[in-house]
């Protein structure tokens, strides 16, 4: 378990924008994928994006498409969570998750190191 240290979240109204920054403690992102989940209550956690250790993104699709961008400018910076026209359906705890590898996976069976979460509450 590697130190991950979320930040970004908060209380937005709808169709607005947080980003959310997942920031390496101590150690660089050189050699990893990372990843942003998400829980919705009463819901399983489920994949949101992922970033692999190339910077090649992968989506998750569906009402999270084109709203949702995983970003980093390199692998000493930490990964970014932008999200836009936010929705209440949207309101949960995110979580940044991060993996030793090139490559992305959606189960979260794959990643070894998980932030402690952050709570992104949308509401008028």
């Known amino acids: 378990q590697l130190p991950l240290v979320e930040s970004g979240g908060g209380l937005v109204q709808p169709g607005g924008s947080l980003t959310l920054s997942c920031a390496p403690s101590g150690f660089t992102l050189d050699g990893y994928a990372t990843a942003w989940y998400r829980q919705i209550e009463g819901k399983e956690r489920e994949f949101v994006e992922c970033?692999?250790?190339?910077?090649?993104?992968?989506a998750y699709g569906g009402a999270l498409k084109g709203r949702f961008t995983i970003s980093r400018d390199n692998t000493k910076k930490p990964v970014l969570l932008q999200m836009n026209d936010l929705k209440p359906e949207d309101t949960g705890i995110y979580y940044c998750?991060?993996?030793?590898?090139?490559?992305?996976?959606?189960?979260?069976?794959?990643?070894?190191?998980w932030g402690q979460g952050i709570q992104v509450t949308v509401s008028s």
């Open positions: 970033l692999s250790n190339e910077g090649k993104r992968t």
């Open positions: 998750a991060l993996r030793r590898g090139q490559y992305c996976y959606s189960r979260e069976t794959y990643y070894d190191s």
